[in-house]
């Protein structure tokens, strides 16, 4: 497709279980990073990808989570030991280079809840 | 500590007037911003953004407007459509950091017919 796609759309999972979220980028796309939009809250900033590595991780809210990037296209965003503070939308967008000023298109998110 | 903050959460406009959004931000290196427009279960989507550099970008019926003396901006839209009820969220990159966005709150705002 030509857009950011995610998946799941939604995923519901129990405390203490691991869950994955996929995001594929725009094709060409050399940048990704990933979001997080908990209730009533503005988008917080987890991690970006300029290709496979990480230059800034600083988001990440616990070791319990991480993501890496294969071939510089699809991520995969991993929560382990899930608590009921990480239900919440997770969104992924890519920029075609990383640095500002660059447009960050999004994907539709998955919706994570954690019982 | 929020850096961007959009204090109204939501806004209510009849269609055909204006509709002001604001957002505030405290960090000076600041120098570009952005909003972003969402509808419920979707992403967020690029609408108009503005560099330091300009006090003013138009883009069709949306301008923005920055105030770096305040810091201060706003996103005006006119006339107001139905079709333009969404979450906005405006967002901010700091200069030299990569490509890390720092987002307000949103503001959600309802136009009625």
């Known amino acids: 497709g030509a857009g950011v796609s995610q998946s799941p759309s939604n995923k519901v999972t129990e405390k203490g279980k691991d869950v994955e979220l996929r995001c594929d980028p725009i094709s060409g796309h050399t940048a990704l990073y990933w979001y997080r939009q908990s209730l009533g809250q503005g988008l917080e900033f987890l991690i970006y990808f300029q290709g496979n590595s990480a230059p800034d991780k600083s988001g990440l809210p616990s070791d319990r989570f991480s993501a890496e990037r294969t071939g510089g296209s699809v991520s995969t965003l991993t929560i382990q030991r899930t608590q009921q503070e990480d239900s919440a939308v997770y969104l992924c967008?890519?920029?075609?280079?990383?640095?500002?000023?660059?447009?960050?298109?999004f994907g539709p998110g998955t919706r994570l809840l954690v019982l | 500590d929020q850096q961007v903050k959009q204090n109204s959460p939501s806004l209510s406009v009849q269609e055909g007037r204006i509709s002001i959004l604001n957002c505030d931000y405290t960090n000076s290196m600041f120098d570009y911003f952005l909003w972003y427009k969402k509808y419920p279960a979707e992403g967020p989507t690029f609408l108009i953004s503005?560099?330091?550099?300009?006090d003013k970008n138009e883009d069709g019926r949306f301008t923005v407007f920055l105030n770096k003396s305040a810091k201060h901006l706003s996103l005006h839209i006119v006339p107001s459509q139905p079709g333009d009820s969404a979450v906005y969220f405006c967002?901010?990159?700091?200069?030299?950091?990569?490509?890390?966005?720092?987002f307000g709150q949103g503001t959600e705002l309802s136009v009625k017919p």
């Open positions: 503005i560099s330091s550099i300009k």
């Open positions: 967002a901010s990159y700091e200069y030299n950091q990569g490509g890390k966005l720092i």
């Open positions: 967008a890519s920029s075609l280079a990383p640095g500002y000023q660059e447009t960050q298109y």
